[in-house]
């Protein structure tokens, strides 16, 4: 088998960029059953949040110009013309001189143009002493200051976090249409290959611990996995499982039988499975280079490698990104990274990509990065990491010391 022309890390972002669509299978979904879900149409705020003007604290809602000059050292004098309560509209009005007593989040009774913190004053029997002054605005949250009617509160694929949720639930909106939950097919391949839960090796047999740690990222991003099991390096088995699963799912993803050998059938058995068929067969990149993605009648098919810390970088980089897109969800051009000083030189090699993983950990209030040393086929880096640096191909290594990007696991 020969590889293709081998695409960059930043190729391979662009042509993921082009050719995954976004799905178009949407669903109406109930607020309290949409987290994690990405928005398939924008919400668009119907009403003002808040609805009324209210205060930030607990204090004296106030006419601001009469609290100037208030100091400790010479107080000013307020008559205390009544108090508003939770979930009431205030009776009482402030006039020149008066202060009306409010909790957090109460209405602003008319009049008022700011509120002073309940800290900032001595209730004497009705003669309010203030001992700061505060401006017009102060402590309050005018009507429609946080979401205003008529503003698009959220754009189409954007992915329902809680805080998203909140905002939604402040409107009253109960359902939202949602792009529906993506389905990823799994498939190991390899005579080696065993199940996981096999109790005792025979010589030679590996057990598939990839389809735990590929379905468990899957699963991080609100994906369901259906398993296919393991096939032998058989092409006419490998052909038909790898096309019953197809069939089922958004998503295929194979793993192993990505390398070169007389025995590796994927580039084949994805090419069999539709048109255009792959688009890239080979990345610049240290561990992974050996990574086929192709598109298949519409739908994505991901060759990873079968060493598993390769599989699980290749997937973080490149599988997260094609079912982020393949979602709805709009996305920023990378992954996201944090930056952390790294703890020693690392050197690299010009025109290939290389990711390290790192422990990270915070000394006198930075991030530091520290290498993983381990051959890449070992398991344990994978567990003893937080995360992979990305010594960019432009770059003949890293200085320690250097503030470099860093892909945190989540």
């Not at 089922?248 to 390398?259: A, W």
């Amino acid at each position: 088998m020969q590889f293709f022309k081998v695409k960059t890390v930043e190729e391979t972002f662009a042509l993921i960029e082009e050719k995954i669509p976004a799905t178009e299978a949407a669903e109406v979904r109930e607020l309290d059953r949409a987290l994690h879900y990405i928005l398939a149409e924008p919400v668009t705020a119907k009403e003002n949040v808040p609805g009324f003007d209210r205060s930030t604290v607990d204090g004296y809602a106030v006419r601001a110009k009469d609290t100037y000059g208030s100091s400790e050292s010479m107080p000013g004098f307020l008559t205390l013309a009544g108090e508003v309560k939770m979930g009431e509209v205030p009776t009482d009005e402030v006039s020149s001189g008066k202060a009306v007593y409010v909790p957090t989040g109460g209405m602003l009774p008319a009049g008022s143009d700011s509120v002073i913190m309940i800290e900032h004053c001595e209730d004497l029997d009705g003669l309010l002493n203030t001992y700061k002054q505060v401006a017009p605005g102060e402590n309050i949250i005018r009507a429609g200051e946080d979401i205003r009617e008529g503003e698009v509160l959220l754009e189409k694929g954007v992915k329902l976090r809680p805080q998203e949720l909140g905002a939604l639930a402040s409107l009253g909106i109960t359902h939202v249409t949602v792009y529906r939950k993506l389905t990823v097919g799994y498939l190991s391949s390899g005579d080696e290959i065993v199940p996981y839960h096999t109790e005792k090796l025979l010589a030679g047999q590996i057990r598939d611990i990839n389809y735990l740690t590929i379905a468990g990222l899957a699963s991080e991003w609100n994906v369901d996995v259906i398993y296919g099991g393991i096939v032998k390096d058989d092409f006419a088995e490998f052909q038909a499982r790898a096309r019953e699963l197809y069939e089922q799912t958004d998503c295929l993803i194979l793993s192993g039988g990505s390398s070169v050998g007389a025995k590796d059938y994927t580039t084949d058995v994805i090419q069999s499975l539709g048109e255009p068929g792959v688009f890239v067969h080979g990345i610049s990149i240290k561990p992974g280079k050996p990574t086929i993605l192709a598109m298949a009648d519409g739908k994505p098919v991901i060759g990873l490698p079968g060493h598993p810390a390769s599989a699980m970088i290749i997937f973080r980089l490149f599988g997260e990104r094609i079912l982020r897109r393949l979602s709805g969800e709009q996305l920023e051009r990378k992954p996201e990274r944090i930056f952390a000083k790294i703890t020693k030189n690392i050197p690299s090699s010009m025109g290939r990509s290389d990711y390290i993983r790192v422990r990270l950990f915070e000394n006198a209030g930075e991030w530091w990065a520290e290498p993983i040393i381990g051959k890449s086929g070992l398991i344990t880096t994978l567990v003893k990491s937080d995360g992979i640096v990305e010594i960019s191909s432009e770059k003949e290594g890293i200085s320690q010391g250097e503030s470099v990007p860093v892909i945190a696991s989540r």
